[in-house]
């Protein structure tokens, strides 16, 4: 355990490498069968449309180069984990895939890579591939989860089951691949108890890792339509900190904390608005967690 009361992927990222890692974000121009038409249009109804990640108009190399660049006059002995974030990235042909994967680990520091994927779109062949992948580099497979509510799910526009979920982690897991699983606070009609109740879930597959975010809406998403015509409670910053404490005091121990809260685009932000202060965010759920005596995983279910 680190300094704070969780473990933080910094903290693993040093003992690992034993060295400053960062993550640098890369459009590797992919789709989503969510967006295409294949499962559905328009995507989950929180959706931006991946926007700020990386520019889709540079080579996937000039994208890693500007980030490195401002990096390493800080930290010029860091090393990288590309992570290809913008939509569904094994959502190609496995020579497609190998083609971008191979070329973005060859890059000058790079120690791993971060797969951002839905749990519908991993075939045999992928994850074949893909555990092979894993014995040469640190690779990590992130699934969009957001909530173990079959009911949430379907609000959201997944378009994937609990049960396609649960696969997809047990088949990656089997082949010795690490998971990462986002999910989301305040979602629109869940209780205390749900948002508690997907990460006793998420302790039940096992996990390697989770990201923790507060559901924001943005302009021009499906998501703000849907709460203009379906106003709902959205999260205050207490509720928030509270919530995510008591999430992280079951959460098994050993699982990686990614991340604990949003990152949204400000300008296009329209509730909540303290989210904009991210370091004010960060700082409360640390407070929260020395002043109650909480750790991860000290109620672990």
């Known amino acids: 355990m680190s300094e704070k009361h969780y473990n933080t992927l910094s903290d693993y990222y040093k003992k690992m490498f034993n060295s400053k890692v960062f993550k640098v974000s890369l459009d590797a121009g992919f789709t989503c069968p969510n967006k295409d038409g294949k499962l559905g249009t328009g ?40 992570y290809l974030e913008a939509n569904t990235n094994t959502y190609g042909s496995l020579a497609k895939l190998k083609e971008i994967y ?32 894993s014995k040469r580099t640190h690779l990590t497979i992130e699934l969009g989860l957001q909530s173990s509510k079959e009911e949430t799910l379907k609000l959201l526009n997944r378009h994937h089951s609990l049960e396609e979920y649960t696969n997809a982690v047990n088949r990656l897991h089997s082949k010795g691949i690490k998971v990462v699983s986002h ?24 996990i390697d890792g989770i990201k923790i975010h507060m559901l924001y809406i943005e302009k021009g998403t499906a998501l703000e339509t849907y ?11 207490d509720e928030y900190v509270y919530i995510t404490s008591k999430e992280i005091e ?35 759920i640390d407070r929260y967690l020395e002043e109650n005596n909480i750790y991860q995983g000290q109620k672990r279910c």
Request: hydrophobic share 35%.
């Open 227 to 237: 709460y203009k015509n379906n106003p709902f409670h959205i999260l205050t910053l």
């Open 183 to 206: 999910i989301i606070n305040g979602l629109p009609g869940e209780s205390f108890d749900d948002m508690l109740n997907t990460v006793k879930y998420l302790n039940n597959l096992k």
């Open 43 to 82: 995507g989950c109804i929180f959706c931006n449309g991946a926007k700020g990640i990386g520019d889709v108009k540079k080579s996937l190399k000039e994208q890693f180069e500007e980030v490195k660049k401002i990096l390493h006059k800080k930290w010029p002995n860091a090393k990288y984990i590309v």
């Open 102 to 133: 191979e070329e973005v680990l060859s890059y000058e520091g790079v120690v791993g890579l971060n797969i951002g994927t839905r749990c519908d779109c991993l075939d045999d062949g992928v994850i074949d591939y893909l555990s092979e992948l």
């Open 250 to 284: 079951i959460l098994s121990s050993d699982v990686v904390v990614h991340r604990i809260s949003s990152g949204p685009d400000n300008d296009k932000l329209i509730d909540p608005l303290w989210l904009k202060e991210k370091f004010k965010v960060l700082n409360s």
